[in-house]
Each structure stands twice: as C-alpha cells, then as structure tokens.
C-alpha cells in the first residue's frame, strides 16, 4: 500500500483495506464497521501488512462461524477465531466495531474462554456509550447476564440485567427471561416462571421463533423443578417442534434428550427408548460424540430399570468407548460408575469396588458434580457387605 500522510494527536485508525476512517482521540468507533488499526506510526510497514492480512482471515473466520450449523465445527472455528484475535491484539493496537465485539465474545463463550468473552463485551459496552447507542448497550449487557450466569455468578448476572434498558419488545423479552433464569437459578421458581412467562407472551406476539424455543425450554425446566413432568413434556415436545422447523437440529436433540428423561422419570420407559434412538439417529449421522455418548449412558440406564444387565452394559460400554475416543475424562469417570452400579445390581461385589474406585478418582481429579453419584455406591457396597 502507499505511505499515508498522518495528522493529529497520532491515534490514526486505518482500516482493513488501508484507509485511514478516523483521527480522533482515544475511544474512536470505526466508521462503516470495520476493523481498524490504532497508531500506526509506531509500527513497521511489514507489521502493519501482516496486521491487514490477519484481519482478513479473522473477517473471514467469523463469517464461517456464523454459517456453521454444526455444534462440532462450531467449537472448531470458535476457537480459530479467538486464536486470530489475540494473536492479532499481540501485533498491534486493534479496535473491533461493536458487531465484531459481539462476535469474538460470542465465539469465547462457545469454548469457555471467559475472560475474553468479558473483555469484549465490555468493550461493546463502552462503545455503545460513546455513540449513545442504547439498544447496543443493552445487548452488550444481556451479553455479560449470560456469561456471569455461565459462570455460576447470579448476583453479577442480575446486575447486569438491571442495567439492560429495553428499546423494543424483543429487548423486553431477552430481560424478562435473563430475570427468569437468575430467579429460579437462585431459587426462587415461582417469580422465575412469572418473568419467563411473560417473555414467552412478547416472543408470541412479536413471532420471534428463537426467542418463543428458549421460553419454552426454560418452563420446561422449571416445570421439571415442580415435579410437573407432563408439563415438562408439553413444553420441551413444542421447542422441538419450534427447533426442527429453523432447522436447529443439534438444539432439537436436546429437547428429545429432555423429553426422554421426563419419560423415564413418569415410567414410560418405552417412549424414552424411542426419544432417545431417534435422537441417536441424527447425532450418529452427524458425528455428534459427546451428545451420542450421552444418549448411550441414558439408554444404558432405562435397561438396568428393565432389568436387562446385557444391554445395560452393552450401552454403558459404547458410551465408555465414545468417551476414550474424545478424552472426555469426565464421560470416562461418569461410565466407570454406571457399570459399577451395574456390577452392584448383578451383586458383584468386587468388579463394582473396582469399578467406583476408578471413577471416584477421575471424578475427583476433575471436580465433577457425579462425584457424590460413586461415593454413594461405595457406600452402598460397604453396606451389603455388612460393613
């Protein structure tokens, strides 16, 4: 590119294409929403073309994220876009548009780099501010309501959300349901069904069909905290419906993993086996392993409340195969102690101690919440041991 001639305090931004967009001051949003780079005199000409050459591919990596309808790739090309972005900020003094902050912290979440997600998305924030933008403003904070509840922080996430300032019925609902979610998860279910409720009733009126799909799932949930497990039924069955007519099959899978345990828990074992093969179906197909793994574990156990040890341990077994293919140490830690209650069942002592003792300890080395799951087996062997 040619020399550029520079003039004032030198925070020049320069954008992708090598336009200069802006000179003024720290803070400078990016005109027509690109990417820009700050201070480019304190940089080699060298370092400023591999800079406009990364932006490129980050651009272009964001763009292939945003097409990706598969969970799988998604974690993939979530991580190649936050991998280009720091090592982009490491080469020089970056300024992302608000839309691309929304992006790269959308894309942290997916892999659960956190502090990035947070830095981003204070950024948006601030830009936000600086425009006197507040429906952008609020949607950075409804960004930071779902990473502080992602983190299991719900007082910061209700903070958060206090600070949304709904411009549209859209907005409105995202609160609503944001200050739903922190209620129940907080314990209070009966507010919580009020708010989400009351998000479901906008999402309705406005046809936002993404927005009716999360209403319902969250008053599935709190339908399951109720013990209303027909209910739980009704509204997962119509996320799904509402899932598989845009085409989000990975989310419908899950509705049909959550109609399935609903299933079990009412003794319709059944109907679950058909939920769950049917879903297996379409996450075999597309090379779903964690989700499959998942599914088998949940098949293995509707057979040992059938009573049937052989395919109880058949389906543990692909699931602990699934989960040694990945490395998933928690899935591995989690199989170990279905067969160990298997083992119990068959009143083999000896193979289930084994069994719990190996779980117990991948379960431990990784914090996991199925770690009381193997105590509790443990337990139960010393007992029919008389001990």
């Known amino acids: 590119m040619g020399k550029t001639n520079i003039n004032g305090d030198g925070n020049v931004q320069i954008d992708a294409e090598g336009n200069v967009v ?48 598969n969970e799988k790739e998604d974690k993939i090309k979530s991580e190649k876009v936050v991998d280009s972005a720091t090592k982009l900020e490491k080469m020089v003094d970056v300024e992302y ?29 601030l830009q936000s501010n600086l425009i006197k933008d507040e429906a952008q403003k609020s949607w950075g904070y409804n960004g930071l309501t779902t990473l502080e509840m992602s983190r299991g922080d ?16 859209f907005s409105r609902a995202a609160m609503l349901l944001n200050i739903g ?19 479901l009733h906008i999402y309705e009126k406005v046809g936002h069909i ?17 013990q209303d497990f027909d209910s739980a039924i ?29 299933q079990r828990k ?12 049917e879903c297996l179906t379409i996450t075999e197909h597309n090379d779903w392993t964690p989700v499959s793994s998942n599914i088998y574990n949940n098949i293995g156990n509707i057979f040992l409340d059938k009573v049937d040890y052989e395919k109880a341990e058949f389906n543990f077994n692909k699931s602990l195969e699934l989960n040694q293919k990945i490395g998933d ?24 101690e084994k069994l719990l003792m190996e779980s117990k300890k991948i379960l431990e080395e990784n914090n996991s919440e199925h770690l009381q799951g193997t105590l509790r087996g443990l337990d139960m062997i010393r007992k029919l041991r008389g001990l």
């Open 210 to 226: 993404q927005g009716i799909s999360y209403a319902l799932n969250s008053l599935g949930n709190i339908a399951v905290h109720d």
């Open 266 to 277: 009412l003794g319709r074992l059944e109907e679950a086996l058909r939920n769950y093969y």
């Open 181 to 199: 979610q922190i209620e129940c998860q907080t314990g209070n279910y009966t507010e919580g069904k009020t708010r989400v409720t009351e998000a």
């Open 22 to 69: 802006s000179a003024v001051g720290d803070g400078a949003i990016a005109a027509g929403g690109n990417i820009t780079i700050n201070n480019i005199q304190g940089i080699s000409s060298e370092v400023h073309d591999q800079a406009l050459a990364m932006i490129e591919k980050l651009k272009k990596e964001i763009q292939e994220l945003k097409d990706s309808s």
């Open 329 to 352: 140490a928690v899935g591995i830690g989690l199989c170990k102690l279905n067969l160990g209650s298997l083992a119990i069942n068959r009143r083999d002592l000896d193979t289930a």
């Open 97 to 125: 548009p608000i839309s691309t902050l929304f992006d790269l912290a959308e894309a942290a979440m997916k892999i659960g780099k956190y502090n990035s997600a947070e830095k981003y998305l204070l950024e948006s924030v």
């Open 154 to 169: 719900f007082q910061k996430a209700k903070y958060y959300t206090e600070k949304m300032i709904p411009t549209d019925p």
């Open 234 to 262: 009704q509204a997962f069955e119509r996320s799904k419906g509402i899932k598989m007519s845009i085409g989000d099959i990975y989310a419908a899978c899950n509705s049909m993993i959550n109609i399935a345990r609903m």
